[in-house]
């Protein structure tokens, strides 16, 4: 979609672009809103609350949430989201940039989250009885005032479920897991408007673990963060929710706008694309025994070997979790990535080394 200059927002056929007058772009262009968005999310308050205690860690891998728990808190950029979603147009779903239109698509998600993005939808009802349905999951009842509607307080669930006891059966530990996933899914990949509670309406989805890894959680989180973009992009929003992570790492990965330069080599290759796209795929072995394919000595049998409880591939997400420098590309200047992004050229976008798909 063809614009009227690099310092004109407006569309030159606004027979798409419908929405121009609501648009965040238009109130910058007439200096009516100059104010940075702020993200909301609060992984990091997540994972100081809740240290995962180890015996809970299969249950994670199982429900194929074991790589988001890895790739942890991300210092979000909020000048970077705040120019994104200044060219980001809900009619088309797309960034409207000067090279041409960019988004993120689901082979972002699977490979830079390591989220499934096939299989059964994640759906469910919102017709639930919350002191049952938690009391058979979780094993506890929340009280009133740690409920807000069909949503419950993060920090509730960490204060209830995070500590298990030395003789913690597998019950327990389930139930534990639970409440560890729920609070993921609120904090990191659908949290809410303050980025506190999140809804139950996720919880019966976690009911079997083995279940859980199935469905398409990819999908669901490109379709939330879609219509988070598509709201925070219209009328004078000051915020945005949805998984803010994804769409920062995506734009370190596809653009030179706010990028930062490795500290030091980064120690986590582009993955390859089959090793990305399922939860299942892992990259543990079985240890080797010393014995393995001796013949049995003495008429006694080998002992039968360990296995190491695998794990999931490498996110590509991971390689950022490792020192950063700004000094050739500086960051947080919303007024140097509209620049940035106003001067953008053909050989600036796609700068990821894995595969693109039409």
């Not at 609350?49 to 942890?72: E, Q």
């Not at 807000?148 to 006891?165: A, D």
Request: glycine share 8%; charged share 20%.
């Amino acid at each position: 979609m063809a614009f009227r200059g690099l310092h004109d927002a407006d569309p030159l056929d606004p027979s798409v672009l419908i929405l121009q007058d609501r648009h965040r772009s238009h109130f910058v262009e007439t200096d009516q809103l100059q104010e940075v968005l702020r993200p909301r999310q609060q992984m990091r308050a997540f994972l100081s609350l809740w240290r995962m205690d180890p015996r809970i860690r299969p249950y994670v891998i199982r429900a194929g949430f074991y790589g988001i728990y890895r790739l942890g808190h991300i210092i979000i950029d909020w000048p970077l989201i705040t120019c994104l979603v200044e060219r980001w147009r809900p009619e088309t779903h797309t960034f409207h940039v000067p090279v041409g239109e960019m988004t993120i698509i689901l082979q972002d998600v699977a490979i830079i989250l390591g989220l499934r993005i096939d299989g059964p939808a994640v759906t469910g009802t919102c017709m639930l009885d919350v002191a049952e349905l938690c009391g058979e999951l979780l094993g506890v009842t929340p009280p009133a005032d740690a409920l807000r509607g069909l949503t419950i307080s993060i920090r509730w669930l960490c204060q209830q479920l995070s500590t298990l006891g030395p003789d913690a059966d597998e019950v327990a530990l389930e139930r534990s897991a639970r409440g560890f996933l729920l609070a993921l899914i609120g904090s990191f990949l659908f949290p809410d408007k303050k980025g506190v509670h999140v809804h139950l309406c996720f919880l019966p989805l976690l009911r079997d673990l083995t279940q859980t890894s199935t469905y398409s959680w990819g999908g669901a989180v490109l379709a939330h963060t879609y219509r988070e973009l598509c709201r925070a992009s219209l009328d004078h929003r000051c915020g945005i929710s949805g998984c803010i992570t994804l769409i920062q790492l995506w734009s370190w990965e596809r653009l030179h706008v706010g990028r930062p330069d490795f500290g030091r080599s980064a120690p986590y290759p582009a993955l390859p694309l089959a090793h990305a796209l399922h939860d299942d795929d892992v990259d543990g072995v079985v240890a080797e025994g010393m014995d393995d394919g001796l013949p049995a000595e003495h008429g006694v049998q080998p002992e039968p070997e360990a296995e190491v409880e695998p794990e999931p591939a490498l996110l590509l997400g991971c390689r950022w979790r490792v020192p950063l420098t700004r000094v050739l590309n500086p960051s947080g200047v919303l007024l140097l990535y509209r620049d940035q992004l106003d001067a953008q050229t053909s050989d600036q976008r796609w700068l990821t080394s894995f595969p693109i798909y039409a």
